[in-house]
């Protein structure tokens, strides 16, 4: 995994171990897949599959659509995913942050043409967002014939990771805001610590 | 609101009441900025505030970093928010699907630079993240001495609404994938049903 830290301001923030960024990616349901049409950029959220072995982000869907044919004009793709813990609060109010963690992946779109591979990303996808659900796994006969229900084939695109960059800022859990926790009660508790 | 269904493929499920819109905007903490970076796709996750009366996202940060820069050479933006309600499982592998909202918002950013309208944002952007532990509000003097940990002040920006193009797909709630759910569950189901 090409994990870099380039282009990131707050290096305090940087996340630097691999398997971090492994279980964002595999644990999100939902990424945003950032294009670009001419200079306008286009982001759309997707349930989506990382392949380890292949440094690989896969999604899927219909063959028509404004995502298939930007992909197919302008390749260069982002796909970022990120979780939310919460907001962290202070009793001063530039100092009130956010905790999170984020990953993005740089690299570039490619149509999966192969039936083998396609039904192998399929059938992981199911794998993933319905597990255990089906009793069989999936046929190469059965891809060769899925259709979507809005009457478009169904595509298969790798977007192959070239760079992850990834952030993370979960300095102080224990100031993480919840109703009814007040910036009075937040300093009498520092005052009575400082005593 | 110019809610536009303009390059929507599946019309059935473009949204066109302003009020989901509303509420997907109002109600989500995070939203995922998209921006340009030559012919390479900058996506970031945010959390922001939607102006109802000025139809506008906002936005804030630290004045450098790649954002901040991006968006100062290319003022070009999409902003996207989605909520993901499950997987609906199906019998037939190419009918499972995701049910979801999103919301994508495409315009242009700009700088904000009156010290009362970001006061007016900054105040805003703690009511929304941390409702209720300020007891006072925000001073335009303490906006102007608003210095973020990273000791880079902290810029308040706009992203104007020129179009909104939003999606739902919520065919089937009774068909929610959960753990423990088969195919073969649902098969039998099915032929009770048609019995």
Redesign the interface.
């Known amino acids: 995994m090409n994990l870099s830290e380039m282009?990131i301001?707050?290096r305090d923030m940087a996340v630097s171990d691999p398997a971090v960024v492994e279980h964002m990616l595999l644990s999100s349901?939902?990424g945003?897949?950032?294009?670009?049409d001419g200079?306008?950029?286009?982001?759309?959220?997707l349930?989506f599959l990382w392949h380890r072995n292949r440094d690989a982000i896969y999604i899927h869907g219909?063959q028509?659509?404004?995502k298939a044919s930007l992909m197919s004009i302008?390749p260069?793709?982002?796909?970022?995913v990120?979780q939310?813990l919460g907001?962290m609060?202070n009793p001063i109010?530039?100092?009130?942050?956010?905790a999170?963690t984020?990953v993005?992946v740089?690299g570039r779109i490619s149509l999966i043409e192969d039936l083998d591979e396609k039904t192998e990303i399929?059938e992981a996808m199911?794998a993933k967002?319905?597990?255990?659900?089906?009793?069989r796994p999936?046929s190469p006969q059965?891809v060769m014939s899925?259709?979507?229900?809005?009457k478009s084939s169904?595509r298969v695109w790798a977007l192959s990771a070239d760079q992850i960059t990834a952030k993370r800022h979960e300095e102080s859990m224990s100031t993480l805001?919840y109703?009814?926790?007040?910036?009075?009660q937040d300093v009498l508790q520092q005052t009575k610590g400082n005593a």
Do not use: W
Request: charged share 15%; hydrophobic share 35%.
């Open positions: 282009n301001r707050r349901r939902v945003y897949l950032g294009l670009v200079d306008v950029p286009y982001v759309v959220p349930n219909a028509d659509g404004r302008q260069k793709a982002t796909f970022t990120s939310e907001t609060a109010p530039a100092k009130t942050d956010t999170y984020s993005m740089f399929l199911l967002y319905v597990p255990g659900y089906y009793s999936l059965h899925y259709i979507s229900n809005a169904v805001f109703p009814g926790r007040t910036q009075v």
